[in-house]
């Protein structure tokens, strides 16, 4: 969570002896699953945009493999 972010209270069913193991290890577990969370939302967020913008990625690539970048012919190395 963020300085700025407020925490939100959320009922979850997990495993009891995966909590009771946690707990013995004095695991933070809203901190873990927050942390964990922001991992899989930042990675769904990129999977669709990859998803939603692959046509454009494709017509932009085509474009660059048949006409080059456009400083192609400026460039002297």
């Known amino acids: ?6 925490g939100k209270s ?6 009891d002896t995966l909590v009771k193991e946690a ?3 004095e695991i933070n577990m809203s ?8 991992s899989l939302v930042r990675q769904r967020k ?7 913008n692959l ?3 494709d017509a932009y690539n085509a474009h660059i ?5 456009f400083s192609e012919k400026l460039r002297s190395f």
């Open 31 to 38: 901190r873990e699953f927050e942390i964990h969370l922001a």
């Open 10 to 15: 959320v009922n979850l069913t997990l495993n």
């Open 23 to 25: 707990k013995a290890l």
């Open 55 to 57: 046509v454009a990625l």
């Open 1 to 6: 969570m963020t300085a700025a972010s407020t």
């Open 65 to 69: 493999e048949r006409d080059g970048v």
């Open 46 to 52: 990129s999977a669709k945009w990859l998803t939603e």
